[in-house]
């Protein structure tokens, strides 16, 4: 009796220890970013009412985005830290995170609870029920339980329903097998969604950990979208993806829809590639190092990220699952390893004359070398092979590249324009400072197109206002995301044991002294984009920075380019194209059920298959001048890759399938009839 006592006690007080260290170093990192924002940040706000109702917002819509687990009660239950967030941060009183870890791990479990009562249920799919749709914007918390449960069951049922349908486009043979089919899909889905609220348990490696990053980013948020908390494995991770090589075990993985992890694919020379034992759709069953171990069932794809980036776990044990049913544990060391993603190849397009063609990924550095070699340096590699090839003008594809490293921007404008200054930064104290290219001389000096889309953000944008500005290349596409400000990973504390934030700490402005930020770097040539309309801009972010100017610096602009004639010329053959015909009407399909969806019908199997059906057809037909579209000029790799790709079947697999979709791709083509047009202009004149 005494030793079970003093058993229940010591796990009491271990427990009750556990937690408080856990509240003070909820406290601690609270503190220490509060004053890393104030002095730090490129614009600071007060902490004070505005702040604390504009936290509380963030943070309630990050804990549930869809507003599906929490209800009305557990709202009105946090409105009492709605004014009083700014007095717990001034304060240093961290007691008020409790309860919303508490609540929300408490909906979870409870919906658990409700999902997993269904698979006792009858379900009725007779249409008693409706299925109401609306844009995001109209989602509300539930009333009660009642309307929970209500949710759920109509949930899994039209999954049910769609899954029935994704996997047999027939409707007569799926109502003849109705039954069997759903008494044979209803618990396999049941306990996918199970898994996925699992998954959302372990997000961060607990409830409370996601609770407390949530307020965190929240709050930095407030100040801007682009400032974000970091632990020291999600810093890692971010570096990493700026980075062309890192330590790794060359493995990239997938959450599959049964909620294992999946190797998709396997590094060339990577630790795991060399080792021999591991296939593609081999699944990770777990991952142990000396100290502790991660079951893989139910954790989402990035934890598993986060679990093998860790800098602590260099040696881990993958236990996996072969396809043949077979389990193998297998130790691998981390080796560096080239970041396939990050790297850039040379393509020939030829028509009319030749001409370059690069896709730049993203703005990737090495960080670990003293020089800093990345993206500007591979692409000036291949900028000489194709040189060597005699071509006539150049594209530089930036659409999806999201930025990264400034220096790299700056690197890479430099190698475009003879001298002068590039960018002018702004701190905030409101002092200056000009970046400038201070390298006499170009690399290449014949026609540029620049290529870019709405997701074309930060130092990618930087590089297409410079080469905006200077006349030297012409912008082709939509305009980008309007991200013109800087961030920096900095420590909570000197030993680092607190985490980081990434922090926006300058804005940077064009030589004009126009600033692009909320605004874009608006083409001088625009082409229909799918995206259009998206609002995926900085703009519609809550709390953005605003646009500003400052005063312009003296730079020596070259020549103005024909853009006039060039719009006119590219316009004719866009409203020729069927294939941008087909993007605009893609568009609209799009926005009207996605978007703009606002409706209802009821839950049945006829209604649930008109409607996939219909949308599905609809997207086929008017896809299909894009699927069926081939561009008139030829795709060619240059001497020196073409004596690379013959040493290896694997890439040139890989090789034929990207010569494939640049010549299938109709933003490339009309870039490169511009660019022979420019260069056409520019030898009548």
Not at 294 to 307: G, K, M, P, Q
Not at 348 to 363: H, M, Q, T, V
Not at 425 to 432: A, F, G, I, M, S
Request: charged share 25%; net charge negative; proline share 2%.
């Amino acid at each position: 009796m005494h030793k079970h006592l003093y058993i229940s006690l010591l796990l009491s007080l271990t427990f009750l220890f556990g937690y408080a260290q856990e509240k003070d170093l909820f406290c601690d990192q609270l503190q220490a970013l509060q004053e890393l924002v104030k002095t730090n940040h490129y614009q600071p706000k007060i902490i004070n009412d505005s702040l604390s109702t504009h936290v509380f917002d963030l943070f309630l819509n990050t804990l549930d985005e869809d507003k599906r687990l929490l209800i009305k009660d557990d709202i009105n239950t946090f409105e009492s830290d709605r004014f009083s967030l700014d007095d717990y941060i001034k304060n240093g009183s961290c007691d008020f995170i409790t309860k919303y870890a508490v609540i929300l791990s408490k909906r979870i479990e409870n919906s658990k609870k409700i999902i997993s009562d269904l698979e006792k249920e009858k379900f009725d799919y007779s249409g008693k029920d409706t299925l109401r749709f609306k844009p995001e914007s109209k989602f509300v918390y539930f009333k009660d339980n009642t309307a929970t449960q209500h949710y759920w069951s109509k949930r899994m049922r039209y999954n049910i329903l769609h899954t029935l349908v994704e996997n047999d486009s027939v409707l007569e043979h799926i109502q003849s097998h109705f039954k069997t089919l759903e008494a044979d899909l209803k618990p396999k889905l049941i306990q996918k969604e199970i898994c996925n609220l699992e998954t959302l348990q372990n997000r961060h490696g607990s409830i409370e950990n996601f609770v407390k990053e949530a307020f965190f980013n929240a709050y930095l948020h407030y100040h801007d979208p682009n400032s974000s908390f970091f632990t020291p494995t999600e810093k890692e991770i971010f570096e990493n993806s700026l980075s062309n090589n890192q330590l790794s075990f060359g493995i990239i993985t997938t959450k599959n829809d049964n909620g294992d992890i999946v190797i998709v694919h396997i590094t060339p020379g990577g630790a795991a590639f060399n080792d021999g034992n591991f296939e593609v759709n081999d699944i990770i069953k777990s991952l142990s190092t000396a100290t502790e171990t991660l079951e893989t069932y139910c954790v989402s794809n990035n934890d598993v990220l986060a679990f093998t980036v860790n800098q602590k776990h260099n040696t881990i044990t993958f236990k996996i699952k072969k396809q043949n049913g077979t389990i193998k544990n297998v130790e691998l060391i981390k080796t560096k390893t080239k970041i396939e993603e990050n790297s850039v190849s040379g393509y020939i397009l030829e028509n009319k004359s030749k001409i370059g063609y690069i896709n730049i990924p993203s703005f990737y550095s090495d960080f670990e070398s003293p020089n800093g070699l990345g993206l500007a340096n591979d692409v000036a590699k291949e900028l000489y092979k194709l040189q060597k090839e005699k071509i006539e003008g150049l594209i530089l594809d930036l659409r999806f590249n999201g930025g990264g490293s400034m220096k790299e921007a700056a690197d890479l404008s430099g190698m475009f324009i003879n001298r002068g200054p590039i960018l002018i930064l702004k701190y905030n104290t409101d002092e200056t400072f000009i970046i400038k290219d201070s390298n006499r001389g170009s690399l290449f000096t014949k026609p540029i197109i620049v290529l870019v889309n709405n997701y074309s953000a930060s130092a990618s944008e930087f590089f297409a206002a410079s080469m905006q500005d200077y006349n030297r290349a012409v912008i082709v596409g939509t305009t980008t995301h309007g991200k013109a400000s800087a961030q920096v990973i900095l420590p909570l504390s000197d030993d680092e044991t607190l985490g980081y934030s990434k922090l926006t700490v300058e804005k940077f402005y064009r030589v004009t002294g126009q600033s692009h930020q909320s605004k874009g770097v608006v083409p001088d040539i625009s082409l229909p984009n799918l995206y259009d309309g998206f609002k995926t801009q900085e703009q519609f972010e809550a709390f953005a920075l605003r646009n500003d100017s400052i005063h312009k610096v003296k730079f020596p602009k070259l020549k103005q380019l024909p853009i006039d004639e060039l719009k006119k010329q590219s316009q004719t053959r866009v409203n020729k194209a069927t294939p941008f015909d087909a993007i605009k009407n893609l568009n609209q399909l799009i926005f009207k059920n996605y978007f703009q969806l606002d409706t209802e019908y009821l839950l049945t199997l006829n209604n649930v298959y008109r409607e996939m059906t219909t949308y599905r057809k609809q997207w086929l037909k008017i896809n299909e001048p894009i699927d069926n579209h081939e561009s008139s000029f030829a795709v060619k790799n240059s001497a020196f890759t073409k004596e690379v790709m013959s040493y290896s079947e694997d890439k040139k697999l890989i090789n034929e399938m990207i010569l494939k979709d640049i010549k299938q791709d109709i933003y490339i083509e009309e870039s490169q009839a511009i660019l022979q047009d420019l260069i056409k202009f520019n030898l009548l004149n």
